[in-house]
């Protein structure tokens, strides 16, 4: 009896889990796009910039001040050879977001997001000949296929923004790579990630953005009022963007791998309905079922992946099965994507 209310406990609480992450991602992803769209601030870097510095403030709150979370101590010039580099395309990665936020609807975007898998396993296969299992290569084919569908048929198409979020997948899959060797022998969670990362990435960021937005922003100032709610949304949207950091590590810690690959393919599915919802923006048949081809591609990736990686050494090999266990799967588990 008692092992039966400790099962159900264990599942209410992956489920109130999962859905506090879906309510803080869908929030963050609706708010930004309301801050570009409706309040007409079209400074995508200076947003970043202040989701970073609102993230650094909440992470050394919750490590230093709450003590929620013990600090993964790093070496002073470990900080710079490994931990700068990889904030540097964690920047990168957040800014190409926010600025294809800007320009296409968020379906677009979301849809377009889920690339980064076959981005993921096309670098490592060009760039550091990594090789992977077949089946590897024929889960990618209904990503591929469905995001090809979604840009032929979204009506909102826009070049840059488009260009944006395909090189933000690159720019996430090159931080997924290089993460496997930068910060190897450190079993960084999301709250210590953000801790080192959110200061670097602020430092990399406040200059470009006071010289390309500084004015502009001024001049925004002084033709928007009224300013109190305006600084409360903008600067809202980083704290919950600092909150969706903090509920990915319950999540992580709450599920499977497999429940949470098809929670966050769901939680696409989600955001897609809520941003359409509140935005209207035209979505043709076609278009839909492209976004629905590529989450389920996606879905089935994350399955294939799984199952790949329970695979034991003792496993029979065929010809066509890799020499090392390593070159089944992606080198690292994209869990921890990252949302600031």
């Known amino acids: 009896m008692e092992e039966s209310r400790l099962c159900q406990w264990t599942v209410i609480r992956s489920v109130l889990a999962i859905l506090q992450w879906w309510g803080f991602n869908v929030t963050v992803i609706i708010m930004n796009k309301w801050i570009f ?104 084919i209904p990503i591929v296929g ?57 430092m990399i960021l406040a200059l470009p953005a006071l010289l390309l937005e500084g004015s502009g922003v001024v001049a925004w100032l002084q033709t928007d009022p009224p300013f109190l709610s305006s600084f409360c949304i903008i600067f809202g949207s980083g704290v919950l963007a600092f909150c969706l950091n903090f509920s990915i590590f319950y999540v992580i810690h709450s599920t499977t791998a497999v429940t949470f690959n098809v929670a966050g393919n769901l939680k696409v599915a989600v955001a897609v309905t809520c941003s359409w919802l509140i935005f209207r923006n035209p979505i043709s048949m076609m278009n839909a079922v492209g976004c629905a081809i590529t989450l389920v591609g996606c879905t089935f990736y994350g399955y294939v992946r799984h199952m790949l990686s329970q695979q034991t050494p003792d496993t029979p090999r065929t010809p066509r099965t890799p020499r090392k266990s390593m070159e089944f799967v992606p080198l690292v588990n994209e869990k921890l994507e990252d949302k600031v």
Request: charged letters at 15%.
């Open 37 to 140: 769209q409706k309040m007409d601030f079209k400074f995508p870097l200076t947003v970043s910039c202040i989701h970073f510095i609102c993230s650094a403030i909440g992470a050394y709150t919750v490590i230093k001040v709450l003590k929620l979370k013990p600090l993964i101590v790093v070496d002073p010039e470990d900080r710079w050879r490994r931990i700068f580099p990889m904030s540097f395309v964690f920047c990168i990665n957040i800014v190409l977001g926010n600025v294809s936020l800007r320009y296409i609807p968020v379906s677009f975007m979301q849809t377009i997001k889920s690339f980064t898998p076959a981005t993921t396993v096309i670098l490592q296969w060009l760039v550091w000949s990594k090789h992977f299992d077949l089946r590897i290569w024929a889960s990618l």
């Open 146 to 202: 469905g995001i090809l569908l979604t840009s032929i048929t979204e009506l909102s198409f826009n070049t840059f923004g488009f260009c944006a979020a395909l090189f933000g997948c690159l720019a996430t899959s090159t931080k997924t790579i290089l993460a496997e060797s930068l910060l190897h022998g450190y079993k960084f969670d999301s709250i210590n990630t953000v801790y080192y990362m959110a200061p670097f990435a602020t």
